[in-house]
T-cell receptor
């Protein structure tokens, strides 16, 4: 069953702790994305990657880090430097590469609550 | 800088009314534009996309959008909405060159509520 898997669906962490959100895809897509979704603010791009071992900062990268060591995986770490980490996080992927002109597919999201 | 602006935060309509959701983008290169929809409790899914050619594109469920280059707009339309169209709608632009290559930027979203 092909798709994008984000885990866990709900995540609770104490303030000051780093936390890593998982995103795995078995669609053989080159491009992967991380977004944060807050009410009234739409989807804001955190990081994106067009190819393994390469990634770019999005519009709100401060306080976040990523890695892209494998094509199918793009984990996001929310660090203690992120001022307001409680949010809904969405991962997406698209074919990318030479087939840039294709749509992105989204995971179900992870709701992170920092207490 | 690449950006997308959606004018309406919340639109409320009755069934059978016509719909138009505004989307304006800012991007200096060749534009690739999308409309996505998020039904309650579901994933975001693609409604339609524009890459080139006919500026009037048709998508799923009777939706269409018109790309107007001179106005930097890509408005979404539907002649007659249904209760099942209640959802949040997002406009997006995909960078196709330079430092924005592959950067997919979304707007703030528009919540559509359709009353039976």
């Amino acid at each position: 069953d092909g798709g994008i898997t984000q885990s866990p669906k709900y995540l609770f962490r104490k303030e000051g702790q780093n936390v890593t959100l998982s995103c795995e895809q078995n669609l053989n897509h080159d491009a992967m994305y991380w977004y944060r979704q807050d009410p009234g603010q739409g989807l804001r791009l955190i990081y994106y990657s067009q190819i393994v071992n390469d990634f770019q900062k999005g519009d709100i990268a401060e306080g976040y880090s990523v890695s892209r060591e494998k094509k199918e995986s793009f984990p996001l770490t929310v660090t203690s430097a992120q001022k307001n980490p409680t949010a809904f996080y969405l991962c997406a992927s698209s074919i990318g590469g030479r087939d840039l002109y294709t749509e992105a597919f989204f995971g179900q999201g992870t709701r992170l609550t920092v207490v | 800088a690449q950006s997308v602006s959606q004018h309406n935060h919340h639109v409320i309509l009755s069934e059978a009314a016509s719909l138009e959701l505004g989307c304006n983008y800012s991007y200096g290169g060749t534009v690739n534009l999308f409309w996505y929809v998020q039904y309650p409790g579901q994933h975001l899914q693609l409604l339609l996309k524009y890459f080139s050619g006919d500026p009037l594109v048709k998508g799923i469920k009777g939706f269409e959008a018109e790309f107007i280059k001179s106005k930097f707009s890509f408005n979404l339309r539907k002649p007659s909405v249904q209760w099942s169209d209640t959802a949040e709608y997002f406009c997006a632009v995909l960078g196709s060159g330079g430092t924005s290559y592959g950067k997919l930027t979304f707007g703030q979203g528009t919540i559509l509520t359709v009353h039976p």
